[in-house]
């Protein structure tokens, strides 16, 4: 997952990078730092909410959750630690990240097993170990999938099966026309292109793949995104996009910038920058849509998530993440904004927008804890709640455990937090179930029914 030891690395909902670099796992702009007005006061203080406020969660439950990164689902002796302190210390949800770079923590079909999984034993599944070990627990457990982030080290994977072998043309390419393998401050990896219907259809595959062959009880999307405005630009997306604009622009528009992209390749995004920032979005929208429906088609009850970016402006225009409206349309069942900033005004009004922004839907706060104190991840987490936050998600198991080896920052959140027990929102969709022509309810027994 990285070019650095375990010991220094983080992930985020989005990837591992190094701690001086990158401020969360889904990118370095979304917590603030770089795209959003610098933070007030003394933004690194622990901040406690204005007196008075009311931090005791919600009667209806509250999602109690850790992001897990793969570095824990390298052995069945972690993933039992890992929700053994989870459980003691109060949390009811583990989102665990069983698809890394284009690769599988679990039995797929269609991409290869980990290479971090080299010197386990074959017949080791760590995601079944997870929903085997959390169900037993009482945990939900929650398949994170890292979404178009496909490899983020200098040389090339070594299975022939990954899709960065097998389909080099499907990877994103910026402006230059340049594939970035290697994180940089400006792109964390090799992404794949999905403005080519052909990475649409294999996303859409990995994914269901999970959802219908295992009892998970919730997908998770992350690095759900462009890596940033200067992509893509590849021959197909820019023939991509001009067939967009076929179907929309009048025949002389159109041919007058047929006529500029005999000079310049990305002449039509010069000429239509509008149309080239719906169709970017678009694309984005239409993976997340596709994956949605058909997952909700078999398993109705099926929880459907996505960390994405707080900042909804930059989310939007410079990484085609279109959320406020994926949650307006249905496509997502809640959305876990990566409020990472350590300037608490700051992450409340981040969560306030998304909030405001659910269609009631539920917000699930993700606090940067692998970055700050206890009491600063604490008072972000009691600001959320106060907001209208429906759960909490930490960032991360790992960073905050030392890997496994403390559990004092937990102590401090189940102290302070997690006082009285809870169980998680009834946030699935109470959907009806969807017959089949035999009468019977798709994807087994319990389709559509709460485990």
Same mark, same amino acid.
């Given at each position: 997952?990285?070019?650095?030891?375990?010991?220094?690395?983080?992930?985020?909902?989005?990837?591992?990078?190094?701690?001086?670099?990158?401020?969360?796992?889904?990118?370095?702009?979304?917590?603030?730092?770089?795209?959003?007005?610098?933070?007030?006061?003394?933004?690194?203080?622990?901040?406690?909410?204005?007196?008075?406020?009311?931090?005791?969660?919600?009667?209806?439950?509250?999602?109690?959750?850790?992001?897990?990164?793969?570095?824990?689902?390298?052995?069945?002796?972690?993933?039992?630690?890992?929700?053994?302190?989870?459980?003691?210390?109060?949390?009811?949800?583990?989102?665990?990240?069983?698809?890394?770079?284009?690769?599988?923590?679990?039995?797929?079909?269609?991409?290869?097993?980990?290479?971090?999984?080299?010197?386990?034993?074959?017949?080791?599944?760590?995601?079944?170990?997870?929903?085997?070990?959390?169900?037993?627990?009482?945990?939900?457990?929650?398949?994170?999938?890292?979404?178009?982030?496909?490899?983020?080290?200098?040389?090339?994977?070594?299975?022939?099966?990954?899709?960065?072998?097998?389909?080099?043309?499907?990877? =994103?390419?910026?402006?230059?026309?340049?594939?970035?393998?290697?994180?940089?401050?400006?792109?964390?990896?090799?992404?794949?292109?999905?403005?080519?219907?052909?990475?649409?259809?294999?996303?859409?595959?990995?994914?269901?793949?999970?959802?219908?062959?295992?009892?998970?009880?919730?997908?998770?999307?992350?690095?759900?995104?462009?890596?940033?405005?200067?992509?893509?630009?590849?021959?197909?997306?820019?023939?991509?996009?001009?067939?967009?604009?076929?179907?929309?622009?009048?025949?002389?528009?159109?041919?007058?910038?047929?006529?500029?992209?005999?000079?310049?390749?990305?002449?039509?995004?010069?000429?239509?920058?509008?149309?080239? %920032? =719906?169709?970017?979005?678009?694309?984005?929208?239409?993976? @997340?849509?596709?994956?949605?429906?058909?997952?909700? %088609?078999?398993?109705?009850?099926?929880?459907?998530?996505?960390? @994405?970016?707080?900042?909804?402006?930059?989310?939007?225009?410079?990484?085609?993440?279109?959320?406020?409206?994926?949650? %307006?349309?249905?496509?997502?069942? =809640?959305?876990?904004?990566?409020?990472?900033?350590?300037?608490?005004?700051?992450?409340?009004?981040?969560?306030?927008?998304?909030?405001?922004?659910?269609?009631?839907?539920?917000?699930?706060?993700?606090?940067?804890?692998?970055?700050?104190?206890?009491?600063?991840?604490?008072?972000?987490?009691?600001?959320?709640?106060?907001?209208?936050?429906?759960?909490?998600?930490?960032?991360?198991?790992?960073?905050?455990?030392?890997?496994?080896?403390?559990?004092?920052?937990?102590?401090?959140?189940?102290?302070?937090?997690? =006082?009285?027990?809870?169980?998680?929102?009834?946030?699935?969709?109470?959907?009806?179930?969807?017959?089949?022509?035999?009468?019977?309810?798709?994807?087994?027994?319990?389709?559509?029914?709460? %485990?």
């Amino acid at each position: 997952m990285s070019l650095l030891p375990s010991s220094l690395r983080i992930s985020c909902a989005f990837g591992l990078f190094t701690l001086a670099t990158f401020a969360s796992p889904a990118a370095f702009a979304q917590d603030g730092t770089l795209n959003l007005p610098p933070a007030p006061l003394d933004a690194t203080s622990p901040q406690t909410p204005p007196a008075g406020i009311t931090v005791a969660p919600s009667e209806k439950g509250e999602v109690r959750a850790l992001w897990v990164v793969r570095d824990t689902l390298t052995s069945p002796a972690k993933i039992k630690k890992a929700v053994t302190l989870a459980k003691r210390h109060g949390f009811n949800t583990l989102f665990v990240q069983v698809r890394g770079r284009g690769d599988a923590f679990y039995d797929s079909r269609f991409e290869p097993r980990s290479e971090e999984l080299a010197d386990a034993p074959r017949d080791f599944d760590p995601l079944q170990t997870v929903i085997d070990e959390g169900h037993k627990a009482g945990l939900e457990v929650h398949a994170w999938m890292n979404t178009f982030l496909a490899w983020s080290k200098s040389r090339k994977p070594y299975s022939g099966r990954h899709v960065v072998r097998q389909h080099p043309e499907w990877l =994103a390419r910026d402006g230059r026309g340049r594939v970035q393998f290697a994180p940089t401050n400006e792109c964390e990896g090799a992404f794949l292109d999905p403005t080519q219907p052909e990475v649409r259809e294999f996303v859409k595959n990995v994914f269901l793949d999970v959802a219908t062959r295992y009892d998970v009880d919730g997908i998770h999307f992350d690095y759900v995104r462009y890596a940033g405005d200067n992509y893509p630009y590849s021959p197909a997306s820019l023939r991509n996009f001009r067939s967009y604009l076929g179907e929309r622009l009048a025949a002389n528009s159109l041919a007058y910038a047929d006529e500029r992209a005999s000079f310049n390749k990305r002449a039509y995004t010069f000429l239509f920058p509008s149309e080239w %920032r =719906a169709f970017r979005q678009w694309c984005i929208s239409e993976t @997340v849509r596709q994956v949605s429906e058909e997952a909700h %088609r078999v398993k109705p009850n099926l929880i459907v998530s996505a960390a @994405v970016f707080p900042n909804y402006r930059v989310a939007s225009r410079d990484k085609g993440q279109a959320w406020h409206e994926w949650l %307006r349309d249905g496509y997502l069942d =809640a959305a876990c904004p990566m409020a990472y900033n350590r300037s608490t005004p700051l992450v409340a009004q981040q969560i306030k927008d998304a909030v405001d922004n659910s269609y009631g839907k539920l917000i699930i706060a993700g606090v940067g804890a692998w970055q700050m104190s206890a009491s600063s991840a604490i008072a972000k987490a009691q600001v959320s709640r106060k907001l209208g936050a429906g759960g909490l998600n930490f960032f991360s198991y790992d960073g905050v455990t030392k890997n496994g080896r403390t559990e004092a920052y937990l102590s401090r959140v189940r102290t302070s937090l997690f =006082a009285s027990r809870s169980g998680g929102p009834n946030w699935r969709r109470g959907a009806k179930k969807v017959q089949t022509a035999d009468g019977q309810a798709p994807g087994g027994a319990d389709a559509g029914g709460e %485990r």
